[in-house]
């Protein structure tokens, strides 16, 4: 199948993981990509496997977002690079830790989505956003992991509506547990055998791919393993005037 042919895709955090497994999926689909990492050796390695560009971003600096937006000429952007942390106790995390994952998980989706909107706002293009189960749920292991996320669904929901007025799709992701350098090394054959059921990051690579072509702005996509790809719907709140 070629559904992105004719499609130029940016996707960070392409080095590894579901950045990686996105990418590939791509370009079986016959889009050109643009992998995008702070991991240069991995990130040029990947992208001569698979035939697409590689370009150095760290997502948390606009300087270097707006550089790249320049260079290319984007349909689409998968905006994934991720950083993670988990703490037995508050008291001991640090404000680089703090800085690292909500800049890079929030911040960066924030500059990202902005730069892009600048290229495409008068052409059109489709942004897809990878989150988070745990920015749906309280996950306790992880808290600023989840703060982060929680806060890219409520830019998700939020600025969709403004986007898609200028042709400008933007969805996301949200995958529970996956196999991935995330997880750190081993974690995902830790994950399972603690009976715990871990998500292959090609499964989430496909429902980031279906994310770009949903036509809906704002829509929440879920991936579980062993669970139908599913939709999120969001409560509304009584008397809720926003």
């Known amino acids: 199948m070629d559904r992105f042919a004719g499609h130029q895709v940016l996707v960070t955090g392409g080095a590894s993981g579901i950045g990686e497994a996105t990418a590939r999926a791509l370009r079986a689909e016959g889009a050109q990509v643009v992998i995008a990492d702070i991991n240069d050796t991995l990130g040029r390695q990947v992208a001569d496997e698979i035939g697409a ?21 984007f349909t689409d952007g998968v ?30 989706i924030m500059i990202g989505t902005r730069e892009l909107f600048r290229s495409m706002a008068d052409r059109g293009g489709a942004i897809s956003v990878t989150s988070s189960i ?32 200028s042709g400008v799709i933007i969805n996301a992701v949200c995958p529970g547990l996956v196999d991935t350098p995330i997880l750190g090394p081993g974690g995902g054959d830790a994950m399972r055998k603690m009976g715990l059921k871990v998500l292959a990051a090609a499964e989430v690579a496909t429902a980031h791919l279906d994310s770009l072509l949903h036509t809906e702005p704002g829509t929440v996509f879920t991936v579980q393993a062993e669970v139908p790809v599913g939709i999120h719907e969001s409560k509304s709140i009584a008397g809720y005037q926003g």
């Open 53 to 73: 560009e590689y370009e150095h971003l760290d997502v948390r600096n606009s300087d270097q977002w707006a550089n790249v937006v320049q260079r290319h000429h």
């Open 79 to 108: 905006l994934n690079a991720g950083a993670g942390a988990r703490f037995n106790d508050l008291r001991e995390v640090s404000d680089d830790t703090l800085e690292t994952v909500l800049d890079t998980n929030l911040l960066g």
């Open 134 to 165: 745990a920015g749906l749920v309280a996950h306790t292991q992880s808290p600023v992991y989840a703060a982060s996320k929680w806060g890219t669904i409520g830019w998700v929901r939020s600025i969709a509506t403004s986007l898609a007025q």
